[in-house]
């Protein structure tokens, strides 16, 4: 069963970038896999998907600053965050489900329930 494990939260000034990563522990060819987010007293929102055939997707707030990609040799996800802004502080979380091919952009990627497996969060602060 694999595990993710994520890395590269931290505090930024507003303008700034980060990069967070996501290690796999095992192969993720197949996954759907997503960075979702949560700020205290909300609900935790999809940032941006990407389809294991290579599709991506991104919520309307981060299209233009951040790029989800994946070096697949090193079963690694990455976000790279760009223009940050305070609106941006959250808990970043790395999600994943094995799907079928297509299904991933067809409503997996942003649904906190479709994923089954998740990785304890790394927390992004911007100033």
């Known amino acids: 069963h694999v595990q993710l494990v994520e890395s590269g939260g931290g505090s930024v000034q507003a303008g700034g970038s980060l990069r967070l990563s996501c290690t796999a522990s095992?192969?993720?060819?197949?996954?759907?896999m997503s960075w979702f987010r949560q700020s205290p007293g909300h609900g935790r929102e999809a940032v941006a998907g990407?389809?294991?055939?290579?599709?991506?997707k991104y919520t309307r707030s981060v299209k233009g600053r951040f790029t989800i990609s994946k070096d697949s040799a090193k079963n690694i996800l990455y976000l790279q965050m760009d223009s940050l802004s305070p609106e941006d502080t959250a808990m970043y979380f790395c999600?994943?489900?094995?799907?079928?091919?297509?299904?991933?952009?067809?409503?997996?990627?942003?649904?906190?329930?479709?994923?089954?497996?998740w990785g304890q969060g790394t927390q992004v602060t911007v100033s």
């Open positions: 990407l389809d294991y055939e290579g599709p991506t």
């Open positions: 095992g192969n993720t060819y197949g996954y759907c």
């Open positions: 999600a994943a489900v094995a799907v079928g091919p297509g299904y991933c952009m067809a409503g997996y990627w942003d649904s906190v329930n479709g994923m089954e497996i």
